[in-house]
Structure formats: structure tokens, C-alpha cells
């Protein structure tokens, strides 16, 4: 098994955690924090359980956005090996639902679009362009509900559908019907990595903030809180216990800073504000002039 395309954490996902530390989020956005980062956590899962069961020959692209004719299409994970490609809608949904007509419905009465028409849909419109290529090979989709407390009622045999306690079986299933790939698999999964279309910039999907507006101070990497008691060289967390070093953790604020902000300038100043005053200015210098560079001089001068 090979990745070719790694799964990373999508930046708005990110940009909205490090906000929600630092401001009350709308209620729309909060929400999609929810979403993404469940959405997220079952994407880990699903990853976790390819590296554990996946044996056989296959090439693993995760994330593809694709846009095919005027139609974009997104791909959780796709997996080519030698006589198919596999399709994975990934859903992290938890509790009871009833597979209804194009739809699930929940305890509450809510009711969702079903994952197997979305995954249809892109299916259809990947197979156009599996058929660009003028590549013959089998198209397989699936819908993988990763949570061991997700159950669906009334869903029918034919329903491409994946629950956990498959998993195994699945994957055993591939290893057994697997060959060594040939060029042609590596040339649909190179063409599939050239197609790919980058994220939109996560700013545009932000809400308002501005810099005197978020709360400042250093936070813990492990948890989010503000509450650190610190020594002179490590910190502790007063809500989770976790310790790390106080120069670390800096530069993991530098970090924030500069995804949440990055057209701003990064500056002594700056940053001593933004840790809210937990360090003093000459610790910060120090640290910058040790892992930045520095430009311009005296009042104009900042870190690259």
C-alpha cells in the first residue's frame, strides 16, 4: 500500500478552532466546527483502520477535490488497485437513523440527505472522467459509517453501505481479489493528483474577527485553556495536566498568529501582545531572532 495523497487537517477546520479559543463563535460557525471536526475525526478513524487491514498492492489518494466538465466533486478517499477503483464516502454519523427514500431521519425527526445519493452522484461524474482516459476498470463506491454507535434501520442489502464490524471483511476481501499494480494504475492515480483542484482560501469561509477583539495569552497545545502556570523554562496546564516547554509553546502561538493573520507583520510587539504579556519582550526577541529572520531595523523591523 502507498499514499500518495495524504490527509491533512482542512484549514478552515483549524482556523475555526483556533477562533473558537479566542472569541464566541456565531452559532452557524460553531456548528460547523462540530461538523468538521467530527467529519475529521471519522476521516483519522477510517485511515487508521486502511493501515491496520490494507495489505495488497493499492494506491491511496485522500481529499481530492475534483472539478469534471462544471461539476465538483469531493472525495473523502479513493483507492486504486489492480482491477478496481474503490470510492469512500466517509460519515462519522452517531445514534439511530431510518434509511428513508434519498434520505435518513433521525430520533429527532430531522431528516438529512442520504450519503448513497450524494456518493452516486459522484460516482456518475467520476466515471466521465475515468472514461476521459480511455482507462477500463471498475468503478466501486462506498459509504463507510465508521461510528460504533451509528445503526441504521430499514437499510436495504443493495445500499452501498460499510458499517464497522465490515470493515475487516472488507478490506480481506480486497486483499484476496489484489495483484501488483501495473503502470497503468500509477498512471490513473498521477493523472487523478494533476486533476486535483486546491481548497478555496479558508479565510474566505471565516467569520468577522479582528486582533483586538480575540482574547490574548498563551494556550495549551493539548487542550485550549488559558489556564498555564509557568516556570522558566516549562508550562503546565491547570485543566488537563499536560506540561510542555514555555519556548514551544510560544512558537506554537507564533503559529496561530501567523495562519489567523497572514498578511500581518510578526514583531516583538506583537506577539508579546497576543501572549497577553506571559513573557517578557526580551525572551520573545530572543526566541524569534533564534528561529525567524529578521528584517528591516529598530521600529520597522519584523520576522520572516
Not at 471536526?37 to 487491514?53: A, P, R, T
Not at 476498470?137 to 445500499?159: D, G, R, T
Request: proline share 4%; net charge positive.
Amino acid at each position: 500500500m502507498l499514499i500518495k495523497k495524504l490527509r491533512n487537517k482542512p484549514d478552515l477546520l483549524t482556523a475555526l478552532e483556533l477562533l473558537d479559543k479566542r472569541m464566541t463563535l456565531p452559532y452557524r460557525e460553531k456548528q460547523h466546527l462540530s461538523t468538521l471536526s467530527k467529519g475529521y475525526d471519522g476521516e483519522v478513524i477510517f485511515d487508521s483502520l486502511v493501515k491496520k487491514y490494507l495489505t495488497s498492492d493499492a494506491l491511496i489518494l485522500n481529499d481530492l477535490s475534483l472539478v469534471i466538465g462544471n461539476t465538483p466533486i469531493q472525495i473523502d478517499s479513493l483507492m486504486v488497485t489492480s482491477n478496481a477503483i474503490y470510492l469512500y464516502e466517509i460519515k462519522n454519523y452517531e445514534g439511530n437513523y431510518t434509511n428513508l427514500t434519498g434520505q435518513f431521519r433521525t430520533d429527532s425527526g430531522q431528516d438529512i440527505v442520504s450519503p448513497a445519493g450524494q456518493l452516486n452522484r459522484t460516482t456518475t461524474v467520476f466515471k466521465k472522467l475515468i472514461n476521459q482516459w480511455d482507462h477500463a476498470i471498475s468503478i466501486v463506491p462506498n459509504v463507510v459509517f465508521v461510528n460504533s454507535a451509528f445503526f441504521l434501520y430499514e437499510a436495504k442489502k443493495e445500499n452501498p453501505f460499510i458499517y464497522l464490524p465490515q470493515i475487516i471483511s472488507h478490506f480481506t476481501s480486497i486483499n484476496r481479489r489484489c495483484d501488483i499494480l501495473s503502470a497503468k494504475n500509477y498512471h490513473i492515480a498521477d493523472r487523478l493528483l494533476e486533476e486535483c483542484q486546491k481548497e478555496l482560501p479558508y479565510q474566505r469561509k471565516l467569520p468577522l474577527y479582528d486582533f483586538n477583539d480575540l482574547k490574548k495569552g498563551l494556550t495549551c497545545s493539548c487542550c485550549g485553556s488559558f489556564d498555564l502556570k509557568n516556570s522558566s523554562k516549562m508550562s503546565l496546564c491547570g485543566s488537563c495536566r499536560h506540561t510542555t516547554s514555555l519556548n514551544k509553546l510560544f512558537l506554537s502561538e507564533v503559529q496561530s498568529f501567523k495562519f489567523l493573520f497572514p498578511e500581518a507583520q510578526l514583531t516583538c510587539n506583537v506577539m508579546h501582545e497576543w501572549c497577553g504579556g506571559s513573557l517578557p519582550k526580551r525572551r520573545i526577541r530572543a526566541i524569534l531572532n533564534t528561529e525567524f529572520t529578521i528584517n528591516g531595523f529598530a521600529k520597522s523591523s519584523h520576522y520572516t
